[in-house]
């Protein structure tokens, strides 16, 4: 079992930055892939961001050039920088770890991006 909690949502301006912070319970990053989720009120859930665990990385094509996505192996955190925010950045954003035959996901963390 897996426990991931999220922190670092909250109020922005739009054009304001903000970083996101999921710490596992135990070291995962070996063998599971992590990523980013978002979800918008009345939206279906979508990935912003990924890491695998052999490093690489992708993005939504509306993250790329402002989110970054990065982890701390020695602290099991992955982080979500986000710059340059918009009002369409609004969403509850989940961590997820997963493997072929597992996945796990964080409660969430709100945020609100005013224009």
């Known amino acids: 079992q897996v426990q991931l909690v999220e922190s670092g949502g909250g109020l922005v301006q739009s054009g304001g930055s903000l970083r996101l912070s999921c710490a596992a319970s135990r070291n995962i990053f070996t063998f599971y892939d992590m990523g980013w989720y978002r979800q918008a009120p009345g939206k279906q859930r979508e990935l912003v961001a990924a890491?695998?665990?052999?490093?690489?990385?992708n993005y939504a094509d509306s993250a790329k050039g402002r989110f970054t996505i990065s982890r701390d192996n020695a602290k099991n955190t992955v982080y979500l920088q986000m710059n340059s925010l918009k009002p369409e950045d609004t969403a509850v954003y989940y961590c997820?770890?997963?493997?072929?035959?597992?996945?796990?996901w964080g409660q969430g963390t709100q945020v609100t991006v005013s224009s």
């Open positions: 997820n770890a997963k493997t072929t035959s597992q996945s796990y």
């Open positions: 890491i695998t665990s052999g490093g690489t990385t």
